[in-house]
């Protein structure tokens, strides 16, 4: 009878581990999916790492940012050298779309997003802080490999790991499909626009094709572009909160972003005056 019993706990034990190394996929995809949909805002300190056109060493960027997603708002102040201190300041429908941006003692400037003295080596403008664009670009990505049957061929839980103290699923994401397009311009493209509409890399457009500034105007150019924002993505997804807290982005060169999200706050509870610029933890 004791060696039954133990028979019996053995096969229940090894029934519990099997489960447990096989962790569902698409139903952690389809939390973090709700978890970023649901937030009303966030903050959080980003560590951003980015291969930059025509540099051989990649640059390090850390922001602490507040978001507020409806009205958008974004506050972001820059937390390392060379640009450190620096603040920016965002409200949809305020400053004619613009930016004001305040550096070491000069005084405040109002600047558009896509100004160069705003994305001087940077991948993304201040507009695309926080995770909507990451989720539109996961939510197209399931409707591309659903469409194709390929849902576990694209989409993969490797196990755990644990990222600044925070147990995480690990997401890797692998797209068969991804390669380089020809593409000509249409009415209204830049790198910016193109990257929203088609949900891929500004960085990418603009390293193919050798263009400077992502407000350029593309109407008529032929263009070389990817078909996917990345060949591979790896994500740490929180278990607690389900926020994709580590995002590194490769294509057929390697890694060419990578962004650490720490100390993330979801639906911080802002004071009246936080994305105002007479709020009093901010030097504009």
Not at 64 to 85: E, H, L, Q
Not at 145 to 165: L, T
Not at 224 to 238: E, G, L, M, N, P
Not at 275 to 284: A, I, T, V, W
Request: hydrophobic share 35%; net charge positive; charged share 25%.
């Amino acid at each position: 009878m004791t060696k039954n019993l133990f028979t019996a706990l053995f096969a229940l034990l090894l029934c519990n581990y099997s489960f447990g190394e096989s962790p569902d996929a698409r139903g952690i995809v389809n939390s973090m999916l709700t978890a970023v949909k649901n937030a009303k805002g966030y903050t959080y300190t980003m560590q951003g790492t980015e291969r930059i056109l025509g540099k051989t060493t990649n640059r390090v960027t850390v922001v602490y940012t507040k978001v507020n997603i409806s009205p958008r708002k974004i506050f972001a102040r820059v937390m390392n050298d060379p640009n450190k201190g620096t603040e920016m300041l965002y409200a949809h429908g305020e400053r004619e779309g613009k930016i004001l941006v305040k550096a070491g003692w000069v005084p405040a400037l109002k600047l558009s997003p896509f100004s160069s003295l705003l994305m001087k080596e940077q991948h993304h403008c201040l507009l695309s802080s926080g995770f909507s664009f990451f989720y539109k670009n996961i939510s197209e990505g399931i409707k591309r490999a659903d469409a194709q049957s390929g849902f576990d061929q694209v989409f993969n839980i490797e196990g755990e790991v644990d990222f600044d103290g925070r147990k995480c699923y690990k997401l890797v994401i692998e797209d068969p499909t991804y390669k380089t397009i020809d593409y000509v311009g249409q009415k209204g493209d830049s790198p910016y626009s193109l990257s929203q509409k088609l949900l891929i890399p500004e960085y990418t457009i603009q390293d193919a094709n050798g263009i400077k500034n992502i407000d350029d105007n593309l109407e008529g150019k032929k263009l070389k572009i990817v078909t996917s924002y990345a060949q591979k993505s790896v994500v740490y997804i929180d278990k607690q909160n389900y926020f994709p807290i580590y995002q590194e982005m490769w294509d057929n060169k390697g890694v060419f972003e990578k962004y650490e999200f720490k100390d993330l706050k979801v639906n911080p509870a802002y004071a009246s005056d936080e994305f105002s610029s007479e709020f009093s933890g901010y030097n504009f």
